[in-house]
């Protein structure tokens, strides 16, 4: 990370909000945002999309430049049911999609495994399917818990089970998240 142009996005920022930039508090971000694999570049839009959007006079917090970043948990879960949606439309309960988000894929495979609640999802459901799936969402996201996170068989299972439900080792439709 380009340690000098951080600097002086930072400061900038705290210029802004009439606040003075802490060098521990500096050093501290550096480390988090290069543990989270985020780039000067994403750092730099996230800045100017504070810098829009933000109301209040202090400095935004590390949690507000990654919802500037990677959205915020809401946002991410009003996307996510809509793609889920329109996969319902476009494939129907015949194909059986791979989410990209791994929360989405998740949910789609253990709370409402997709064949079943795609023959089954009534029109007049969706509404409240759509709240529930939310809900669910935000709960997996605001725990911290990643779906990946769960419990792990290891390859021995996975080469046991690989041909299970007639997969086959084909590769599934992925949607894109």
Known sequence: MDKELFAEIMSGLAANFGDT???????????????DKITIEQIQAAAVKILRTRKYKSMPTYAEFLDAINGTPKN??????????????????????????PITNRLMH??????????????????WWRREFIEAYLSYSESGIKPCDQISFGGAVS??????????????EKIPS
């Open 110 to 127: 253990t709370r409402w495994p997709w064949k079943a609640w795609a023959s089954s999802i009534l029109t007049n459901e969706v509404k």
């Open 159 to 172: 080469r046991l089970t690989k041909n299970i439900g007639g997969h086959n080792g084909k590769e599934k």
């Open 76 to 101: 991410n879960a009003e996307i996510q049911v809509d793609i889920v949606l329109d996969s319902l439309k476009k494939i129907g309960s015949l194909g059986e999609p791979i989410f990209m988000d």
């Open 21 to 35: 930039l802490n060098p521990a508090l500096l050093k501290m971000w550096e480390k988090l945002f290069s543990q």
